[in-house]
């Protein structure tokens, strides 16, 4: 692997108001195979120089947006210093039109009373209203609250599915923490849906849960990568230029260290301090305040494959890692038994890059839940965050089988 750590999601946004939707006609996205260090350091010259932003990667490949302007002269930068590279998205404007076609009348028939198909990415509303659905068709085992608003005024909204019993344990589930990574609310309203569906046959260490799940933490984020611009990563603090916080890095444990960004117009903007976002806020509140019997916590995101644990503030661990490495090792087993693609298993510092102020360094650091993770869903970089929605049913499948296995490791705990 590479010694040198590349911070990915660290790009500026252009310091432009967008007029109405941002386009991507002609940017590409390509995978680089970089192999040592020198071949980093160009790769981050041309982000300094705004060719380039940087997507994702691993040890041994980074995945760039290469603006379409810029084309000629990365391709050149590249194969002067003899890096390989191979165009995976051609077109990103034509990847984002294609990504969530239209659904057909006929895909809503037998929904039975909400619109929700994860055959497509649906909008907040849709969301929402599915929601009101559910608790009205379960109201013996689904509660809703609104744990907070975001930025926008738009609800926060937390799910509770619970039988009921005294003494059970508490795993909570997040998505959408990040705008653009829309596969994160898809997969978590597709693991309710089958909980409640099928609750029944659903093994005792499903059932003995008290399950907390938000699908959907950052709305206003959200929504503006349906109205206007596809990519957008933060919450939608502040009107102007240079918006936004990236709740990832608002979390109050070692908030503001290595790889948040004290600039606002950085992609990783850590905010003005810890949980200064109402978005964050509203998670720290209900945790902190509830007295449940918290044993896990998981934040989905997206993309790359990866089931994180902490520390993600720098490369170190807990004490405790075997057992959060051995659950995260059995969760990646099943993944691959339900048919699903490997998911690489580690400490999120050392695995990924070193990131402060995440929800899961907050969760183990400050509230002592001990299986604290961050599953980065489906895919490989192939369309990263542009993720076709024929892709939403396998990937939440695979995801709601690593959820029962962390059922099953917070019964015990
Ligand atoms: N992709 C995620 C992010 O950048 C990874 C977070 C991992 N956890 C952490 N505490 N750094 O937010
Ligand atoms: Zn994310």
Same mark, same amino acid.
């Given at each position: 692997?590479?010694?040198?750590?590349?911070?990915?999601?660290?790009d500026?946004?252009?310091? /432009? #108001?967008?007029?109405?939707?941002?386009?991507?006609? =002609?940017?590409?996205?390509?995978?680089?195979?970089?192999?040592?260090?020198?071949?980093?350091?160009?790769?981050?010259?041309?982000?300094?120089?705004?060719?380039?932003?940087?997507?994702?990667g691993?040890?041994?490949?980074?995945?760039?947006?290469?603006?379409?302007?810029s084309?000629?002269?990365?391709?050149?930068?590249?194969?002067?210093?003899?890096?390989? *590279?191979y165009?995976?998205?051609?077109?990103?404007?034509?990847?984002?039109?294609?990504e969530?076609?239209?659904?057909?009348?006929?895909? *809503?028939?037998?929904?039975?009373?909400?619109?929700l198909?994860?055959q497509?990415?649906?909008?907040?509303?849709?969301i929402?209203?599915? *929601?009101?659905?559910?608790? /009205?068709?379960?109201?013996?085992?689904?509660t809703?609250?609104?744990?907070?608003?975001?930025?926008? =005024?738009?609800?926060?909204?937390?799910?509770?599915?619970s039988?009921?019993?005294?003494g059970?344990?508490?795993?909570?589930i997040?998505?959408?923490?990040?705008?653009?990574?829309?596969?994160t609310?898809?997969?978590? !309203?597709?693991?309710?849906?089958?909980?409640?569906?099928?609750?029944?046959?659903?093994?005792?260490y499903v059932?003995?849960?008290?399950?907390?799940?938000?699908?959907?933490?950052?709305?206003?984020g959200? /929504?503006?990568?349906?109205t206007?611009?596809?990519?957008?990563?933060?919450?939608r603090?502040?009107?102007?230029?240079?918006s936004?916080?990236?709740?990832?890095?608002? *979390?109050?444990?070692?908030?503001?260290? &290595?790889?948040?960004?004290?600039?606002?117009? $950085? /992609? !990783?903007?850590?905010?003005?301090?810890?949980f200064?976002?109402?978005?964050?806020m509203?998670?720290?509140?209900?945790?902190?305040?509830?007295?449940?019997?918290?044993?896990?916590?998981?934040?989905?995101?997206s993309?790359? &494959?990866?089931?994180?644990y902490?520390?993600g503030?720098?490369?170190?661990?807990?004490?405790?890692?075997?057992? #959060?490495?051995?659950?995260?090792q059995?969760m990646?087993?099943?993944?691959?038994?339900?048919?699903?693609?490997?998911?690489?298993?580690?400490?999120?510092?050392? !695995?990924?890059?070193p $990131?402060?102020?995440?929800?899961?360094?907050?969760a183990?650091?400050?509230?002592?839940?001990?299986?604290?993770?961050?599953?980065?869903?489906?895919?490989?970089?192939?369309?990263?965050?542009?993720?076709?929605?024929?892709?939403?049913?396998?990937?939440?499948?695979?995801?709601?089988?690593a959820?029962?296995?962390?059922?099953?490791?917070?019964?015990?705990?």
């Amino acid at each position: 692997g590479l010694t040198k750590a590349i911070a990915f999601n660290n790009d500026t946004i252009e310091d /432009e #108001l967008p007029q109405g939707r941002v386009f991507y006609t =002609g940017s590409q996205l390509w995978k680089t195979i970089v192999d040592n260090e020198d071949k980093i350091d160009v790769l981050a010259k041309l982000r300094e120089e705004q060719d380039i932003t940087m997507w994702g990667g691993n040890s041994s490949s980074i995945d760039i947006l290469v603006k379409s302007d810029s084309i000629k002269k990365v391709r050149n930068a590249l194969s002067e210093k003899n890096i390989k *590279f191979y165009v995976t998205i051609d077109d990103l404007q034509q990847a984002i039109d294609d990504e969530n076609p239209p659904l057909e009348e006929e895909d *809503f028939d037998n929904r039975n009373g909400h619109r929700l198909t994860w055959q497509a990415y649906h909008r907040l509303e849709d969301i929402h209203d599915y *929601f009101d659905h559910l608790v /009205e068709t379960y109201p013996d085992l689904i509660t809703l609250q609104e744990i907070g608003r975001s930025v926008g =005024g738009r609800p926060i909204k937390l799910l509770k599915i619970s039988n009921g019993q005294s003494g059970n344990k508490a795993v909570w589930i997040d998505g959408g923490i990040h705008a653009r990574e829309w596969i994160t609310p898809a997969t978590v !309203t597709f693991i309710i849906n089958n909980f409640v569906s099928n609750w029944e046959n659903e093994p005792k260490y499903v059932q003995n849960i008290d399950w907390y799940i938000a699908p959907l933490l950052n709305p206003d984020g959200y /929504e503006y990568t349906h109205t206007v611009d596809r990519l957008w990563r933060k919450n939608r603090r502040g009107a102007g230029r240079c918006s936004g916080t990236d709740l990832n890095r608002n *979390f109050g444990y070692r908030w503001g260290g &290595q790889g948040s960004s004290k600039n606002p117009c $950085a /992609e !990783t903007y850590g905010g003005s301090g810890p949980f200064s976002e109402p978005e964050t806020m509203a998670i720290q509140r209900f945790i902190s305040d509830s007295d449940a019997k918290w044993k896990a916590y998981i934040s989905f995101h997206s993309y790359g &494959q990866y089931i994180l644990y902490p520390w993600g503030y720098n490369r170190v661990v807990p004490p405790d890692y075997k057992e #959060l490495e051995e659950v995260g090792q059995k969760m990646a087993q099943a993944i691959r038994n339900a048919g699903g693609p490997a998911y690489t298993v580690g400490p999120a510092g050392n !695995t990924l890059y070193p $990131a402060a102020g995440g929800s899961d360094d907050w969760a183990k650091g400050t509230m002592k839940i001990k299986y604290a993770y961050t599953i980065e869903l489906r895919d490989n970089g192939r369309y990263g965050f542009v993720l076709p929605a024929s892709y939403i049913q396998p990937t939440a499948k695979e995801a709601l089988a690593a959820i029962r296995v962390i059922a099953e490791a917070a019964n015990k705990a």
